[in-house]
């Protein structure tokens, strides 16, 4: 375990934006990371993982921790579940198409999406009608103060949309090291209803879909919509689906009739941000080497040189005109820095 001085972000965050960090150290094990908090140069910290959610708008006057921890385990299983541990450094995408292998259900649906194991559960990730916390049994932290390990439960993690405790009182009290998952090994409740889905399955002719034909459907769909982050600097959505109560709803559907929605609940309604973007004119417009995606208005891109503030500029710059012209306030769902 070596602690570099200076050492360039670039590569370390899928945005491909240049930044530095005044301090710097890959761990790769949970002692390692101990070691690493115990001699900590600089009084900030900052804990990267796959570096997929995040914008960087400075250098970084911090001791950086990239968390490089690997594993996968099965810790029981019977005829019908299984729990599967993975270590906080193992790619998202990776660890997915691990479970699609031994035919394990429950995370299909999120295929493709950016980032590691470890940072999945403070967003809450999801997609395509699924999220984390479906699947979550618990994960195993590191109390940065203390340096004492504890685990949470799925009750413990407070799970929301694209929300958790690590979002909020936990916020910067606990470093995930590994997560545990629940998953299927037959009966499989597979979630198809997604008329994306729906569609890529009966082009196919498949009616009764598996957890590896959802998979592919899923990959299909993405790749479809979102650039490689290693082609095309991004960090997939940037803005939540904002949630809206009825009144508000009410006032939105006056003025756009044929806006999509979903309804959460009898008094929340969601409203595809991708859409409010696109409404507002931003699809596929260029501003410098700053972008939003063709294909995909959530998806704010980096076309080569692009600073975080100039990326960090086009967002607020979207919110405002979304704001002005919807009367709807969207929110990042990437952390900024």
């Known amino acids: 375990m070596r602690i570099e001085e200076n050492k360039s972000l670039k590569h370390y965050n899928t945005f491909g934006i240049a930044?530095?960090?005044?301090?710097?150290?890959?761990?790769?094990?949970?002692?390692?990371?101990?070691?690493?908090?115990?001699?900590?140069?600089?009084?900030?910290?900052?804990?990267?993982?796959?570096?997929?959610?995040?914008?960087?708008?400075?250098?970084?006057?911090?001791?950086?921790?990239?968390?490089?921890?690997?594993?996968?385990?099965?810790?029981?299983?019977?005829?019908?579940?299984?729990?599967?541990?993975?270590?906080?450094?193992?790619?998202?995408?990776?660890?997915?198409?691990?479970?699609?292998?031994?035919?394990?259900?429950?995370?299909?649906?999120?295929?493709?999406?950016p980032g590691n194991v470890g940072t999945a559960p403070i967003q809450n990730i999801?997609?395509?009608?699924?999220?984390?916390?479906?699947t979550f049994s618990s994960c195993n932290t590191l109390e940065i103060d203390t340096l004492k390990e504890r685990e949470f439960t799925k009750a413990e993690c407070a799970f929301e949309y694209r929300n958790s405790i690590f979002k909020n009182k936990a916020k910067g009290k606990?470093?995930?090291?590994?997560?545990?998952?629940?998953?299927?090994?037959?009966?499989?409740?597979?979630?198809?209803s997604y008329g994306d889905i729906q569609?890529?399955?009966?082009?196919?002719?498949?009616?009764?879909?598996?957890?590896?034909?959802?998979?592919?459907?899923?990959?299909?769909?993405?790749?479809?919509?979102?650039?490689?982050?290693?082609?095309?600097?991004?960090?997939?959505?940037?803005f939540k689906n904002p949630i809206v109560d009825s009144e508000t709803f009410q006032d939105f559907r006056r003025k756009f009739p044929e806006a999509p929605f979903y309804e959460v609940s009898p008094t929340e309604f969601k409203i595809p941000a991708g859409w409010l973007i696109e409404k507002a004119g931003f699809k596929g417009q260029r501003f410098g080497d700053a972008g939003v995606h063709k294909n995909q208005a959530l998806v704010l891109v980096n076309f080569g040189s692009a600073s975080g503030k100039e990326i960090w500029q086009l967002a607020m710059a979207i919110q405002k005109k979304v704001k002005e012209m919807t009367g709807i306030f969207i929110e990042p769902e990437v952390n900024v820095f």
């Not at 999801?126 to 479906?134: I, R």
Request: net charge negative; hydrophobic share 40%; charged share 25%.
């Open 126 to 134: 999801g997609a395509y009608g699924v999220e984390l916390k479906d």
């Open 199 to 238: 569609k890529h399955l009966a082009a196919k002719n498949i009616e009764n879909p598996s957890v590896r034909d959802i998979s592919e459907a899923v990959i299909a769909i993405r790749q479809s919509k979102l650039p490689d982050p290693n082609v095309l600097g991004n960090s997939g959505s940037f």
């Open 19 to 113: 930044s530095n960090a005044r301090y710097f150290v890959s761990v790769e094990t949970v002692e390692e990371l101990k070691q690493a908090l115990s001699k900590k140069p600089s009084k900030e910290l900052f804990i990267l993982g796959g570096g997929s959610n995040m914008l960087l708008t400075d250098d970084l006057d911090a001791f950086v921790i990239h968390l490089n921890l690997k594993g996968i385990e099965i810790i029981k299983e019977s005829d019908t579940e299984v729990f599967v541990k993975a270590m906080a450094g193992e790619n998202w995408h990776e660890f997915v198409q691990y479970c699609i292998a031994q035919d394990y259900g429950g995370l299909e649906n999120l295929s493709l999406i």
């Open 174 to 192: 606990y470093i995930i090291t590994s997560v545990t998952f629940r998953l299927t090994k037959k009966n499989h409740k597979t979630s198809v």
